[in-house]
């Protein structure tokens, strides 16, 4: 038994951290979405030329930013689940990957609304837009490999692989596309304001961090679920409280 | 007894897939007639208006050849795998990388060069001019080897699925990207009279990239997928 | 098309709000409920398997006694 305690300590004692610490990441992620939108919307002045359409942007630039520092975390992970063999990490990159895709989806949709009164259309082959679509595929393709592979430890090498694959490819993607962008059409507007008021930068500094928390809660709840079910066979598992106690009952 | 070298192994590995796939014609005259077929409907499509089509041919012709490549992909390892040939390459004493490299460079000659081959005939059908032709045919030939070697991997992740061959689409088509902006972009560039010599050798650089870090790649592959 | 753009200058703040926040609220919140419905699905099955074995041990237990 104590080979089999040691075996599994990792994943053993991070379930019993993360239950700890998602409440706490909820709780605050909550409070600073809250304190952000108040900012963004009441205390925030218009902008000159965007006028009030400008506000997509406190949930559009953190939605894009964490949909690719997300993607890298999923590749740091994958890698350091490829090459040290460590079950826990190769879980973290498979729930980590949802997230990131919502993320994208989020980023997709609001800059499609923030482009109508802007550009004029709903979508335009903006570079930066095309690429957060390509990196919504890179995503899909990322959960549907590991979906599509019974074997847990097969899915997660191979999603793994493809991860690294996809890492090392989204900077060639990101300046073809740029590449491309810049011989077919000029320059895109940009952000107006070449000094943001304050209350911008801390209406979006805020929508960041709490959108940052969400995503480390929401992630840790989801691994939490992916080690139970992939360590289901253990005696640990069979030990906690909440799953102990129905048997209990039953006798 | 003689020294077996790596040259000798990849020519061996090429040779054996090429002799296969001459057994199995109707494959690679699938994969034609996908091309010449997609490539044939963008006019139905799009309407027959010769400016519009000399201004799409080169997407046009592209987008068909990278939708052909991923046809075939799904063929590269598989038949291997079902019977068993697989298991004992990776058993064998040579590198797997240099293994892999040949059926990569089979695969190419016989799914990617045809293409390649057909490309001018489906060109005059869209009216481009011979100059456009030309730089249509030395981006194709750069960039359809970068396909098949960048659809190993693919193929090696998804190998032995259930629904693999859409599977691998997915998996391969965002990472073809670049090389599809390159290749029109070529052409994009010689008709309207600018260099193309930063696209050709961009897409060059993708092309030795490819060469020599994806068929270490899909070796690792073959090992997760045959575990 | 037209009336929308129209109503969408008249009215911008509507449109921010039920555009782009109303939207990765409701992502949000489908997210969350999807994560704690996974979770109750696994707990359930692990206790599920948990309490075949115990039946499988008990019987053993029974059938060594008789």
Redesign the interface.
Known sequence: MAINWFKYSAPTTFYGLAGKMIPWFAFFAAILFAIGLYIGFFVAPMDAQQGEFYRIMFIHVPASILSMFLYLIMAGYAALGLIFNTRLSAMMASAIAPTGALFALISLWTGALWGKPMWGAWWLWDARLTSELILLFLYLGFIALHASIEDPRRADRAAALLAIVGSVNVPIIYFSVTWWNTLHQGSTIKFSGTSMHIAMQQAMFTMLAACWLYAIAVVLARVRSIILERERNTAWVTQLPGIADLSEVKQ | MKKFTMLDLLVLVIRRDLVLAMRRRADVFTTLIFFVMVASLFPLGVGPEPDMLRKMAAGVLWVAALLASMLSLGRLFSADYLDGTLEQMMLAPQSLSILVLGKMTAHWMVSGLPLVLMAPVLGLQFDMSAQAIGVLIIGLLLGTPILSMVGAIGAALTLGLRGGGVLLSLLVLPLCIPVLIFGTGAVEAVSSGLSIASHLSLLGALLVLALVFTPWVTAQALRISME | MISLDIW??EN??T??WF???T??LI??AI??A???H??KI??Q???L???A??ETREDAKEEDAA
Request: charged letters at 25%; zero cysteines.
């Open positions: 969408m200058r911008p703040l449109y921010v555009g782009s926040y939207f990765a992502i949000f997210e969350i999807m994560v704690i996974k979770r696994t707990l099955q692990v206790r398997m948990r309490n074995r115990d």
